[in-house]
């Protein structure tokens, strides 16, 4: 219904495309993933404990990976996009 008011009101015309990009992956390393499931019920405490990470900034995040038994791998991604071939910025009118 939405689609048709806008093609109505604004002449909005869109299609649809699959595009590849540069992405990266959060994948296992050779060892393994160090990261352990948290049981149901449980919640989380803040405040620092044995075994506990504390991560600030970007570049902490990828440095501390290799602890936890991961990385990042670079890979090209497929992702479906919405691109507009046309629409009027005035709405006609009711």
Request: charged residues 25%; glycine residues 8%; aromatic residues 4%.
């Amino acid at each position: 219904m939405l689609r048709n008011l806008l093609a109505e009101r604004f002449k909005l015309a869109v299609h649809r495309e699959s595009r590849e990009f540069s992405g990266y992956a959060l994948v296992q390393t050779k060892g393994g993933s160090k990261l352990q499931e948290v049981p149901s019920g449980s919640s989380m405490i803040s405040g620092r404990s044995p075994g506990s990470l504390k991560i600030t900034g970007a570049m902490a995040i990828v440095a501390a990976l290799p602890q936890l038994g991961l990385k990042l791998e670079p890979r090209k991604l497929q992702k479906d996009i919405v691109v507009v071939d046309y629409a009027e910025t005035v709405p006609a009118e009711n």
